[in-house]
Antibody, heavy 123, light 107 residues
């Protein structure tokens, strides 16, 4: 069973860059079958898809965040990264990484999630 | 973007009750609808995908139905672990979007 683990600073100053990593426990990270996603959830609120990256390096971002977001993947470390800049208080949220299938009935369904990491934007 | 609207936003129910939650999409999503359950402090967990397909390992008390723009999640007999928040999500097209959630509370 694949495990995902987010890591990074829990506090970021306004106007600076939020940088997070997600480590995937097995080699499914290098499989063509999956996308690797970032999703966030402000406290007490709903879920927002940020974007995804494929093993090929292809990315797709939510247009609402596209001008500020960047994702990358390091297949040698089974890690994906998220950068969001510049941040404001509105970016305070729990950030999750999650896996989704590229094809089939489960295509684009988030079937495995990390535990999430709370990132607070404050000075 | 496809807007997903859930109803109700919250409900109170007792163990053993039958519960139904509805999700409406702003356009047809070809049955590409997922239901998640989120227990406080935990990540969401897939219950149903493709509108009506039960995820492996999910109890049969959960079922999904619907088509076009209207979808429902039914819990046939509410259990203690089902007091949680439920989200729908369309997996039809990017940006993937979620409903605002339905909180199921103990009556």
């Amino acid at each position: 069973q694949v495990k995902l683990q987010e890591s990074g600073p829990g506090l970021v100053k306004p106007s600076e860059t939020l940088s997070l990593k997600c480590t995937v426990s097995d080699d499914s990270f290098r499989s063509d079958n999956f996308y690797w996603n970032w999703i966030r959830q402000p406290a007490g609120k709903g879920l927002e898809w940020i974007g995804r990256i494929h093993d090929s390096g292809a990315t797709k971002y939510n247009p609402s965040l596209e001008s500020r977001v960047s994702m990358s993947a390091d297949t040698s470390k089974n890690q994906l990264s998220l950068k969001l800049s510049p941040v404001t208080a509105a970016d305070t949220a729990v950030y999750y990484c999650a896996r989704s299938w590229v094809y089939g009935a489960m295509g684009n369904v988030f079937d495995y999630w990390g535990q999430g990491i709370l990132v607070t934007v404050a000075s | 973007d496809i807007q997903m609207t859930q109803s109700p936003s919250s409900l109170s129910a007792s163990v053993g009750d039958r519960v139904t939650i509805t999700c409406r999409a702003s356009q047809a999503i070809m049955n590409s609808l997922v239901w998640y359950r989120q227990i406080s402090g935990k990540p969401p967990k897939v219950l149903v995908f493709g509108a009506s397909r039960l995820q492996s390992g999910v109890p049969s008390r959960f079922s999904g139905s619907g088509s076009g723009t209207e979808y429902t999640l039914t819990i046939s007999s509410l259990q203690p672990e089902d007091f949680a928040t439920y989200y729908c999500q369309q997996h039809y097209t990017t940006p993937y979007t979620f409903g605002q959630g339905t909180k199921v509370e103990i009556k």
